[in-house]
């Protein structure tokens, strides 16, 4: 699947709204300044995400010393335990340390193609007493916003992959198990984790989730109006009659 494939038109984010959480209401707070914080994929919770094995048995002498001697050049500190290591086709910890130096230059924001997976309001959402923020993503970081790759087995990636090859195989793939969540993400090169400016106009809905409180309502409220912020409001709720499925409903909403 290729990397610059063209988003859908509007790509969501899952927040908690905890006003009780000091930290967690400052970070959904900021998107509605104008910023999102763009993470460094080692700080991701799955172990294997943006860490994937990097193959080095099919690599000839020649291109294992071309791989280390451009690791070299780009002042990565390589040492000769790492190039006896991979002139005898060893997988040791030192290869993991490698990894984590190539995917050191980027930062990551993940989005979902899917405002009302159950799942995720539960988890990413504090419980459904969240919201979810949609980005008009022809305005939202255009050009960097890329589809996760879901699979069944880890893919075959070669160390002397170019860098989109690499950020294909290593920030784009994922275990099927995540397929659910139809995830996309705005990736930066050679920037740190760090908080980023967007164009505000951008934001075009906002979910509400059916557990959330009405004194956190007022505050959503409050921020939109202050920050001039023109959007789609929406209320989700639960399917209330028998024999439906277990689906959520969005509904337009007045605040």
């Known amino acids: ?26 970070r959904t707070q900021q998107i509605f300044e104008g910023n999102v914080f763009f993470n460094s994929p080692l700080n991701f919770n799955d172990p294997i995400d943006s860490l994937v094995p990097i193959n080095i048995l099919d690599l000839s002498t020649e291109e294992k010393d071309y ?20 002139h005898s086709n060893k997988m040791l910890l030192s290869d993991l340390e490698m990894r984590k130096q190539l995917i050191e230059q980027y930062s990551v924001y993940s989005l979902s193609a899917n405002k009302l997976d159950w799942l995720m309001w539960t988890y990413y959402a504090n419980g459904h007493n969240g919201i979810v923020i949609g980005f008009d993503t022809s305005k939202f970081f255009p050009g960097k916003i890329f589809e996760m790759n879901y699979r069944i087995r880890i893919p075959n990636t070669k160390v ?15 275990p099927r198990d995540y397929a659910h969540e139809d995830e996309y993400r705005v990736i930066l090169h050679d920037q740190p984790a760090a908080l980023q400016t967007f164009d505000i106009s951008s934001i075009c809905e906002i979910l509400i ?6 004194e956190a309502e007022i505050i959503i409220k409050n921020l939109i109006k202050a920050n001039g912020i023109s959007a789609k409001i929406y209320k989700v709720d639960l399917p209330s009659k028998p024999h439906q499925k277990f689906k959520l409903i969005e509904a337009e909403y007045s605040l």
């Not at 002397?160 to 994922?174: C, F, G, H, V, Y």
């Open 1 to 26: 699947m290729p990397v610059n494939n063209r988003p859908p038109s509007v790509l969501y984010k899952y927040r908690p709204f905890d006003i009780s959480n000091e930290k967690d209401l400052k």
């Open 67 to 86: 791989y280390l001697n451009q690791l070299v050049e780009r002042g990565f500190n390589v040492t000769e335990q790492h190039r006896k290591n991979y």
């Open 160 to 174: 002397i992959d170019n860098d989109l090859a690499r950020m294909e195989t290593s920030l784009l793939t994922k």
């Open 209 to 214: 989730g059916y557990k959330t409180s009405k």
